[in-house]
């Protein structure tokens, strides 16, 4: 890559390795288990904090992340601006504050939220429609949820969404199967329901009864739900329906009156996510008493505030979805938790901050390069495949040409100028003042056009995405420092490890869901029908592999859930691999430390799924992860891998080895 010679040369570090053989395990061999023999050593010196049910290199890097926005936050106390109302120092000050001040929270307790339950207990219900409304607007979901998103026909434009109201424990599956782990879960959620009621005043028999009619009400949602497999195919989620037959099919709520109240009074059509689970509410809603209806209300209010309460509902809290889910023995550090929500509220204004003085220009150009040397990459493999059509391969590049890159920060940042922090008010209350801006800022747009340069994550985040209805990949700044990236590292590091993200993130435009979307973002069969079939039975074989897995007693590895993360991480490898090879010329045999090239390039990728994890969290994440766990990543995957066998000369007999014939390959 020309261009990124020239801007090494003008570095005035000099260039390392950067492997760390402490991360090793020599008493292991690699051919039989890699990750262990890559990882080995630093799963053994960072042991599991306490506060963390899985801790791995993301979660470190993270913690360095949240250290640095600590100390922006902390320089704002400083800032004559933080004491001038309305500025964005203030807000983000005031807020963090409120956060903090424990004896506050405490001697508050309950009543921040209590006019909240109060409304509901005295409501008559005679506009059921307003009241939801109310309740969607900054408080919590129930019944349903609905909000404004792009259109995934015309992606230029927005459309109104209607879809599910959240389950308590999460994922369906606790309320349908039964064994012991899940009957465990609901016993347990069935003490932080009572006991979140106790907290905000209620009887022992209210308690009881809240407690009884939310698991009825939540196990019917989770009954009439489709899978989280099923929900993975977009055709199987856009439902258009015409806004006048949409009021005709569910008529038992008055949606008028509910978008009414958020200033909509002009809907011509609608996309539901599940007509049938909307089926099944429209023909619930008749059947409920007063009293049902108003006890899913107050628990779902309660449940959605706990975390901005006293330290009573936070010990509630932390119980259920910390001890008992995860495993996970204390929580983090106060500051660690406030800080998420001036973090959130105002992202871009702290990521501003943030890029300010923890991202230089020289990284983003480097970035630049890279990204267009993986997108070369991806192109040669797509020209090359043997089993897609050369129609198909045309719109395939053409799609890859189009893609759109975001590094680093946006273009222009966040106005929060609307939302106001008021000290004299409890922290709750503030976070659902902010919220209700939110909310109607996101129903706003309804008849905008959507705003493409917009970013989906915060500089600050330590991830990156692929946006498959603007067909864009983003690296923020905070997953761009080591060791996923090192602008002073060797290449084979910085291309086995963000470049395997960069390839990974690309990948997802073409994986089991994302290639359903055409190189405008929008929902198109751009594929000819034999390519389908052929991608859908490789597809099919990648998800077999690691079903096959058992990753804990009795608890396989869901190859079809997080099948779309595991062929973006075999194609983010294959495009990273092609894309190092193409810098690499006649260095290739190029042995530092005892390693070629392109044996740094997999370890450099294995040691960033290096993680410790509690056996609780490893039934939680099978259920709601849509990634396969750090070490399937790893070692499964590259299984698949003929340049992986031939870096190490992985044979026939050792553990890593797989037949030939068993091999699958899609990018």
Request: proline share 4%; net charge negative; glycine share 6%.
């Amino acid at each position: 890559m020309e261009n990124e010679t020239s801007l090494r040369d003008t570095l005035d570090t000099q260039v390392r390795n950067g492997l760390d053989e402490s991360n090793f395990d020599f008493s292991v061999r690699l051919n039989d288990d890699f990750y262990q023999f890559a990882n080995g050593g630093w799963l053994k010196s960072n042991p599991l904090p306490d506060d963390y049910s899985r801790y791995g290199v993301f979660d470190k890097v993270y913690e360095r992340s949240v250290e640095q926005i600590k100390e922006l936050i902390d320089t704002l106390y400083e800032n004559p601006a933080s004491q001038v109302k309305d500025t964005d120092a203030q807000k983000i000050k005031d807020i963090y504050s409120l956060g903090m001040d424990v004896e506050r929270l405490n001697k508050e307790g309950a009543s921040p939220i209590m006019p909240f339950v109060e409304k509901i207990i005295n409501d008559d219900l005679s506009n059921l429609e307003k009241l939801i409304a109310w309740m969607h607007t900054g408080l919590t979901s129930t019944f349903f949820s609905s909000g404004v998103g792009p259109d995934q026909r015309d992606s230029d434009q927005h459309l109104m969404y209607i879809s599910y109201a959240g389950l308590g424990l999460g994922d369906r599956d606790y309320y349908i199967e039964r064994n012991p782990q899940n009957d465990k879960f609901m016993q347990a959620y069935k003490v932080y329901i009572k006991r979140l009621m106790e907290l905000i005043g209620l009887d022992e028999a209210s308690c009881q009864r809240i407690c009884d009619n939310v698991i009825k009400f939540e196990t019917g949602f989770a009954e009439h739900r489709k899978t989280k497999e099923e929900l993975r195919d977009p055709n199987v989620r856009f439902n258009i329906i015409d806004y006048q037959e949409f009021k005709k099919r569910y008529s038992n709520f008055d949606w008028d009156k509910y978008f009414h109240e958020f200033g909509i009074d002009d809907l011509t059509e609608v996309n539901v996510i599940d007509p049938t689970f909307l089926d099944y509410i429209n023909q619930l809603l008749p059947t409920l008493t007063a009293q049902e209806i108003k006890d899913l209300f107050i628990f779902d209010l309660v449940a959605d505030s706990a975390n901005y309460l006293s330290k009573d509902f936070e010990d509630a809290d932390f119980e259920l979805f910390g001890k008992v889910m995860t495993g996970t023995e204390e929580r983090k550090p106060r500051w660690k938790r406030v800080m998420g929500v001036p973090n959130s509220l105002f992202g871009e204004v702290v990521g501003k901050l943030y890029v300010n003085k923890y991202f230089p220009e020289k990284n983003k150009q480097y970035m630049v390069e890279l990204v267009e040397n993986l997108r070369n990459a991806l192109g040669e493999h797509i020209k090359g495949l043997s089993w897609m059509s050369e129609m198909t391969k045309e719109k395939a590049l053409e799609k890859l040409s189009t893609l759109h890159v975001k590094i680093g920060y946006p273009e222009k940042w966040k106005d929060y100028s609307n939302i106001h922090i008021d000290p004299k008010k409890s922290f709750m209350e503030n976070i659902y003042d902010a919220s209700v801006w939110l909310t109607h800022h996101n129903y706003g747009k309804l008849n905008q056009e959507v705003d493409k340069s917009e970013w989906l994550m915060t500089p600050q985040s330590v991830n990156a995405y692929y946006n498959p209805v603007s067909n864009e990949i983003c690296f923020p700044a905070g997953i761009l420092q080591p060791p996923f990236f090192d602008i002073s590292a060797d290449d084979a590091l910085n291309y086995g490890r963000i470049g395997v993200v960069i390839g990974h993130e690309m990948t997802h435009g073409y994986d089991d869901s994302g290639r359903h979307f055409d190189k405008s973002g929008n929902l198109s069969d751009w594929w000819q029908p034999e390519d389908s079939e052929k991608f859908n039975s490789l597809a099919d074989s990648i998800a077999k592999q690691f079903d096959k897995i058992e990753v804990a007693p009795g608890i396989f590895a869901n190859g079809k859930y997080t099948l779309g993360e595991n062929i973006a991480d075999q194609g983010g490898l294959r495009v990273a691999f092609t894309a190092y090879s193409n810098i690499l010329k006649d260095k290739k045999e190029e042995v530092i430390d005892g390693f070629t090239p392109y044996q740094r390039f997999y370890l450099a990728y294995a040691n960033v799924w290096a993680e410790n994890i509690r056996p609780e969290s490893i039934v939680v994440r099978v259920k709601s992860d849509s990634h396969s766990l750090g070490k399937l990543r790893v070692n499964d995957t590259l299984r698949n891998l003929d340049s992986f066998f031939d870096a190490f000369g992985i044979k026939e007999g050792d553990k890593m080895y797989r037949e030939l014939s068993e091999r699958t390959v899609i990018w």
